[in-house]
Nanobody, 116 residues
Framework: QAQLVESGGGLVQPGGSLKLSCAAS????????MGWYRQAPGKERELVAR???????NYADSVKGRFTISRDNAKNTVYLQMNSLKPEDTAVYFC??????????WGQGTQVTVSS
């Protein structure tokens, strides 16, 4: 069974930082793209950042310059370093993995709350 295990969410004050981690395990073959999406209450899920196996990255405009995505291919793990957090970054963050077979996998989500 494929499994994505996320960690690192929590409550942080505006301007603070958090680092999310997501480790993929199980029957996922040939991981291609790894990324993070988020969903705030009453809003649709949106892409935050993604990184291909070759290292190409894409960011949502709203997080450029503040968030950094990285991955450790040996550990099948993707990270999201979030700096200068704003209240509008508050959401449930979901890890996403797409295999070369085009199968998609999702984590269970981790809550990030930015509030004073």
């Amino acid at each position: 069974q494929a499994q994505l295990v996320e960690s690192g969410g929590g409550l942080v004050q505006p301007g603070g930082s958090l680092k999310l981690s997501c480790a993929a395990s199980g029957s996922i073959v040939s991981i291609n793209v790894m990324g993070w999406y988020r969903q705030a209450p009453g809003k649709e899920r949106e892409l935050v950042a993604r990184i291909t196996s070759g290292g190409t990255v894409n960011y949502a405009d709203s997080v450029k310059g503040r968030f950094t995505i990285s991955r450790d291919n040996a550990k099948n793990t993707v990270y999201l370093q979030m700096n200068s957090l704003k209240p509008e970054d508050t959401a449930v963050y979901f890890c996403h993995v797409r295999a070369r077979t085009y199968s998609n996998y999702w984590g269970q989500g981790t809550q990030v709350t930015v509030s004073s």
